[in-house]
């Protein structure tokens, strides 16, 4: 039927009306958007600070990127334009939004092309410009439905329009790149290009920006590392999109989409990569809050003092509950995006670890072998199946399974059932991790079978912590035994026994009886055990005693002075821990960790001048202003005169005594002082060692002192700790670029001859 003329102009009528109406709704909703009635809108302050949840990076003295500090998702690093490559702007403008330079946030051209392709039912390619995407990312949380997704976008287009007033369309890429999450923990262009290529984002090859630019439309979907041929359509996508955009040619086109996908890519986790330990140290530390002893439980009241201590002398730990940002907010590792600058050398510390891995690995197959087809396994023979049974549960109600066990509500009893009920896990090896089914229980007691060690190395002049080891495998093993850990340290203690007898007067040639002493003391008499009958009723002089580190000899120079004086003396050494002022001090009872060992032994090239170790050199915020700087802090302990002679007792002990293998087996001949250290039953395993530039302490043993080798040969310091120091040292001395050379002499005056009549 036919319209009439009456017909129309009502058709005509309500059509207008209802066009003006929708405009009239459009302009309503803009305006209840612009001023904050209608959805959130970002205040002008916000939007000239966007939120940017940025990770702490953390450096070597060598400028490597060791690692960062960030949150679960953020491992964000912002970077400026200028810092990255070309080939990654021109893919994300030729790909995203070609018209970028022509729009003010919202590409009208788009939209309607956009408008017209639902319509037509046909794909006329997306509508948000890298402005309004960048919108997004910054202000608009996942809608949980399709409503609330079409709410979301007028408020972007109106966010877009307000950035694009106050930033540069430079300032709009850089700020997009950086927002952007790339997945595998790779927030922004700078994670993604060290993680997926591990180049910088300035250094990005054309197909490698592709690549990255190519996840931009879905990363999840085209993810390189699982999903590698369709992340590839995807990159040649791009490349079509540039060569549209007139970037690139057809040739260059044809030629790149032939190439095939090639990653470099290296997980981001706190748990892998380079000094792991020593990252996990910092971070404590770092983030640590004023210690309260009742935070502590009963038997971590050495641990308490130590952090007590930590907080009123070292401007390190607590740093960001120390120091307030200018809003007056305390600083945060995780999201500040600060740099922190380390005295590690990661030449060195890779050293350490290949050093570490190397022997360990030897060590460990020749444990298992002793402890194979035995009962006790991994402890010692003398220990009951009681005793055993004690410390494996023990080890049951400290783990973390037993933890959420008992958070969920679990009896003791359903506890223990599950523990001894064989479930699928991983357990360690040095060849990765084995999937295997066992009992929890039976877990614990495997993993009791892997010796654990700590190792470090610092400049005795400045106290630079060069290589920092604190255990084998963090994710496996993760209780750092550098600072964490005290074990006792044998006989690495005499060389403290020692110097208070040169500062007393005394020479490396002055003759002691070698035979066995008894010393009566309030709780009894001591007669201390010696491994060698050697020399037995013969004078001998100090320098034999200590090069062979005779017990009897340092039982008869106790018996001169004063557990008192050996334990003032070993505090100004560095040591913090209880040390009981008893006679038997003098064979090493006490527990020590490595890093005071080593802070203490800085005295010995250093003229009696100890030096403090030193892990940060400065922190900067993210503008790069300088926050936090540290310097070394130096005490002098004992003369210098003392200091020569020491040195000329400690080198005895790897030219002649019982650190010897480093000539005879490890072929290293540059300037060596050094005590190896046993403890009773073989527990621990230990080894000093400074050279005139580098001091270096290793302990090895077993995560309890149960666990220790049956036979002295291969349980002594000199076979479990000091192969660790001397393949290091190796390495260190075989790279010219580190400066250590085998011609190096300690700071000892020529005249000073401590050979006169000394055999």
Same mark, same amino acid.
């Not at 380390?342 to 890779?350: K, N, P, V």
């Not at 030193?614 to 503008?623: C, P």
């Not at 019982?658 to 293998?661: A, W």
């Given at each position: 039927?036919?319209? *009439?003329?009456?017909s129309?102009?009502?058709?005509k009528?309500?059509?207008w009306?209802?066009f003006?109406t ?5 302009v309503?909703m ?7 009635w209608l959805?959130?809108?970002?205040e002008?302050k916000e939007l ?9 990076e ?5 400028m490597?990127?060791l690692?960062?500090f960030s949150l679960?998702?953020e491992n964000?690093v912002p ?24 729009h003010?946030g919202? @590409?009208g051209?788009?939209l309607?092309r ?8 046909s794909?006329s390619?997306?509508?948000s410009?890298i402005t309004?995407?960048?919108?997004k ?5 996942s809608?949980?439905n399709?409503f609330?997704?079409?709410?979301q ?7 877009a329009?307000?950035?694009e007033r106050?930033?540069?369309k430079?300032?709009i890429?850089?700020?997009y790149l ?24 300035d250094?990005l090859?054309?197909?490698q920006a592709?690549t990255l ?8 979907y ?7 041929e369709?992340?590839l359509?995807?990159r ?8 549209k955009a007139?970037m ?8 790149l ?10 997980r981001?986790d ?6 792991t330990y020593y990252r996990?140290?910092?971070?404590q530390i770092?983030?640590?809050?004023e210690?309260s002893?009742?935070?502590y439980?009963?038997?971590?009241k ?9 907080w009123?002398?070292?401007p390190?730990?607590g740093f960001c ?5 200018p809003d ?12 922190i ?20 690995l030897?060590?460990?197959?020749n444990?298992f ?7 006790y396994?991994p ?9 055993? @049974? ?19 509500g679990? *009896? ?5 059932k599950?523990?001894?009920t064989?479930?699928d ?6 060849n990765g991790?084995i ?5 929890p229980?039976d877990s ?5 079978h ?5 190792f ?7 106290g630079y912590?060069?290589a ?5 495998n963090i994710t496996a ?6 600072s964490s850990g ?6 690495t203690v005499k060389?403290?026994l020692y110097t208070l007898?040169?500062?007393?007067g005394?020479?490396?040639?002055d003759?002691?009886l ?11 008499p001591?007669?201390p055990?010696?491994s %060698? %009958? ?7 002089t100090?320098?034999?005693g200590l090069?062979?580190s005779?017990?009897?000899? %340092? ?5 001169q ?12 050494f560095?040591?913090r821990?209880h040390?009981?002022?008893v ?8 527990e ?7 802070d203490a032994?800085?005295a010995f090239p250093?003229?009696?001048i100890?030096?403090?170790p ?10 790069g202003?300088v926050?936090?700087?540290f310097?070394p ?5 004992? %003369?210098e005169?003392?200091?020569?002679k020491?040195?000329?007792?400690l080198?005895s002990?790897? @030219?002649?005594g019982?650190?010897?293998?480093i000539?005879s087996?490890y ?8 005590k190896?250290?046993t ?17 270096s302490?290793?302990w090895v043993?077993?995560?309890?002192r149960s ?6 040969a ?10 660790i ?5 190796k ?6 670029e ?6 190096d002499q ?14």
């Open positions: 039927m036919a319209l *009439t003329d009456d129309r102009k009502k058709i009528k309500y059509f009306r209802f003006y929708c405009i009239g709704a459009l309503l803009f305006a209840l958007i612009s001023i904050g959805g959130y809108l970002p002008i000239q600070n966007p939120i940017n949840k940025a990770a702490t953390i450096y070597s003295s060598d490597a990127l690692g960062r679960a998702k964000r970077i400026n334009y200028n810092e990255i490559d070309k080939d990654v702007i021109n893919a994300l403008i030729a790909t995203e939004d070609v018209r970028f330079y022509k003010s919202v @590409d051209r788009a309607i956009v408008f017209f392709g639902l319509f037509t039912n794909n390619g997306g509508g410009t309004q995407q960048l919108a990312q910054l202000y608009s949380p809608a949980s399709i609330k997704r079409a709410l976008k007028p408020i972007e287009w109106v966010i329009v307000k950035l106050m930033y540069s430079e300032e890429i850089a700020m950086n927002q952007f999450d790339f997945l595998n923990n790779a927030v922004g262009i700078k994670s993604a290009a060290q993680v997926y290529f591990n180049t910088t984002a250094n090859s054309i197909e592709a630019v190519g996840m931009c439309k879905n990363p999840s085209f993810n390189p590392v699982r999903h590698i369709r992340t359509g995807r040649n996508v791009v490349f079509d999109q540039m060569r007139d690139i040619t057809r040739e260059q086109r044809d030629s989409s032939k190439l095939p996908l090639k990653l470099n890519y290296k981001v706190h748990k892998e990569g380079l000094a996990e140290f910092l971070r770092l983030m640590a809050d210690p002893r009742s935070d439980a009963d038997w971590q050495q641990k308490y003092l130590d952090d007590k201590w930590a009123e002398n070292n390190l730990y509950k120390k120091n307030k940002k007056g907010s305390n600083y945060n590792i995780y999201t500040d995006g600060l740099k600058y380390t005295t590690i050398d990661s030449r060195m510390q890779r050293y350490a670890e290949e050093a570490v891995e190397e022997h360990m030897k060590l460990q197959k444990f072998r002793e402890k194979r087809g035995r009962s396994a402890f010692s023979r003398d220990l009951s199946p009681q005793e055993i @049974d004690d410390i494996l549960k023990r080890a049951m109600r400290q783990s973390e399974r037993y933890r959420l066990m008992s958070d969920a679990m *009896t003791k009893a359903e506890i223990t599950a523990f001894n064989k479930t896990m991983q357990v360690f090896s040095y991790m999937d295997t089914t066992m009992t229980m614990i007691r495997y993993h009791k892997f010796l654990r060690c700590g470090m190395s610092m400049d005795p002049s400045n912590v060069k920092y080891v604190g255990g084998t093993f993760q209780y750092d035994m550098v005290r074990r006792q340290i044998g006989s060389p403290y007898a040169m500062e007393e005394m020479s490396p040639c003759r002691v070698c035979a066995p002493i008894t010393i009566q003391t309030s709780s009894g001591w007669t055990k010696n %060698s %009958s050697a020399r037995m009723g013969e004078m001998v100090l320098r034999w090069a062979n005779n017990n009897w000899i %340092s039982a008869r120079l106790m018996n002075y004063t557990p008192e004086t050996l334990v003032k003396l070993m505090q100004s560095g040591i821990g040390l009981d002022p006679v038997s001090l003098a064979l090493g009872p006490c020590v960790s490595v890093s005071e060992m080593v032994y800085t250093s003229k009696g100890r030096v403090e030193l892990y940060v050199t400065r922190i900067e915020d993210a503008n202003n926050i936090g700087s310097v802090k130096m005490q002098e302990i004992f %003369s005169t003392t200091a020569y020491m040195i000329y007792l080198r002990v790897v @030219d002649e019982t650190g010897g293998r000539r087996v072929g290293l001949t540059m300037p060596v002082g050094g190896t250290g403890t009773q039953n073989n527990s621990d395993g230990w080894f000093m060692g400074f050279t005139p530039k580098l001091v302490g290793v043993g077993g995560e309890e666990i220790h080798f049956d036979g002295m291969q349980g002594q310091g000199a076979s479990m700790a000091l192969p120091w001397a393949i290091y040292m390495k260190v001395y075989a790279n010219p580190l400066g250590y050379r085998y011609n300690f700071d000892v005056p020529a005249d000073f001859n401590p050979n006169e009549a000394c055999e």
